[in-house]
């Protein structure tokens, strides 16, 4: 469907693009984009779903879109908004189907000369103690109904208790890794049977566990008090709630979409459907959707652990004697109730950020101690065969984004197009000539998320740093990767 | 209005893969609304895996309603997903029964065997965006984006 964008779209400064308020939106929408990236930006419906998403009621500031935007169900992905508590709404299209899919970024006293010797080893390792793809669950780990409940009332610290992990890393994830308020009792039947056998599976798709080092330094005091050194192996698990969360969302939307009709709420697109944030509905969802975000932090914090002892296994030695730490863990598809700055007076919002990060500067209370004085560390993702970046939020994102920042590098083609792109190539061979080794269990995955079927990250990352709301701090590059 | 589909097993209509960017999306067109649900369920399954090294060695029965034609060919989609997570089973042959939005379906496959039957996407879910279900003159067609 190749419509024409007809939204209007003004360019404020070298970073950033107004679609100004008209129609039914309440306010106008804010792009952070470069003038070539808006080129291709223009090409599909992202602009007119940031265009949509200002049509909600109780819109506190701009229906927002990072860098890496692109259309996704509802709201685009990349998108950010913020609604007040008393008028506003929440939505679940805002979150997205994979609630808390996130990133964790862990260090390791290793330098890459250690390991590139071993990095098949360690490849093949980890693609037998995580399960990835389709149809994966563990055998191992058998929950009961009840126990599973606990998983989603307490998140990490469930893991932590059961002997995955130390308590110490509790520290270093958003929220300490359990959002309050989840309610298992909100979370159906079949969303729970989805996720008894799926705790502690990475998916497939664009989910990964990936070994990497740290190939350049952007910032030498932020990355000292992250625990960066130039050439330190590190590690990067991708994945969310699983099937889980999925079930969660597809249960809350059909709920929803009578709540909009109920409320009598006016919606260009219906996956736009939402409820007061303070209505029974409203409060439900994000019961739930706090459990399904407590899920996908108990599943990190689980593949984490596997990491570990993958590491333990290859060379002989304790976690500890690695130096295998983690530094941080993020969501990018949430929703939460934060407090922001709005002109100039504090106000509680709930803040929708899909294929978006938070990006807290350096002071603010909810960052660890450790990392107070140089900003919450943000991980951005790129393709597998380029780079990774770790970022600082800084400043900007709390005056201009709630906080936020992108999250990737978003996609450029579509999964067919990768396979048409990538056919006849030897794509594994391809980047084993790089020294990046591969390990995949779908047929056509490898295929579909190629180099270049993404964005490139780096320009993505620029735009945020430019723009004032995160700052570069290290760039990652990949070593061995594990794929659904 | 009673429609039953074509010959049992076999989906007689036709369906296409949409382009796009991070998602997979089917148009799919049959000579009755059964059928086309019929075919909506083998373009599914041939997101996932092989539809054609899909056995029909065991049974299931679906029986759902739904306020409209649209939201039901999203629950039948949907159920035949968590029955591949939950049971483990895919598949290939489907004999559906539609009676204004209530469906009643057999659908006939086998348990997901990854030496069996190639790993393809894993679908997260089935998506109300660009929803279309209706009449096309003498047929039927549909248009449903999963998200994978």
Redesign the interface.
Known sequence: MAERQAVKIQKIDEWRWRIPREGKMRTDGIVYATSAMMDDIRKDESLTQVANVAWLPGIVGQSLAMPDIHWGYGFPIGGVAAFSLDGGVVSPGGVGYDINCGVRLMRSGLERREVTPRVRELVETLFHNIPSGVGSRRKDLKLSREELQRVLVKGAAWAVKAGFGYHEDLEHIEERGCIEGANPDLVSDRALERGKGQLGTLGSGNHFVEIGYVDEIYDEAAAKALGLFADQVTIIVHTGSRGLGHQVCDDYIKILLKSTERHGIELPDRQLCCAPVHSSEGRQYLAAMAGAANYAFANRQLIFHWVRETFEEIFHTSAERLGLKLIYDVCHNIAKVETHLVHGEEMKVCVHRKGATRAFPPGHPDIPAAYREVGQPVLIPGDMGRYSYVLVGAEGAMAETFGSTCHGAGRVLSRHQAIKVARGRGIIRELENRGITVRSAGKETVQEEIPEAYKDVSRVVDVVHGAGISKKVARLRPMGVIKG | MFEAGAVVGEASGSYE??????D?GIRVEAPTAAALFETAARALTEI??DAGAVMPRVKRTVELEEETLE?LLVSWL?ELL?L???E?LAFSRFGVKIDGTRLHAAVWGEP?D?ELH?????I???????LEVGRKGDSWEARV?F??
Do not use: C, M, N
Request: proline share 6%.
């Open positions: 893969f949409i382009d796009h960017t991070a997979v996932v895996t939201v949907q968590y591949l997570e939950i483990g997901f990854p190639p790993r393809k996407s894993d997260k879910a089935v998506t109300y965006h660009q984006i998200d994978v």
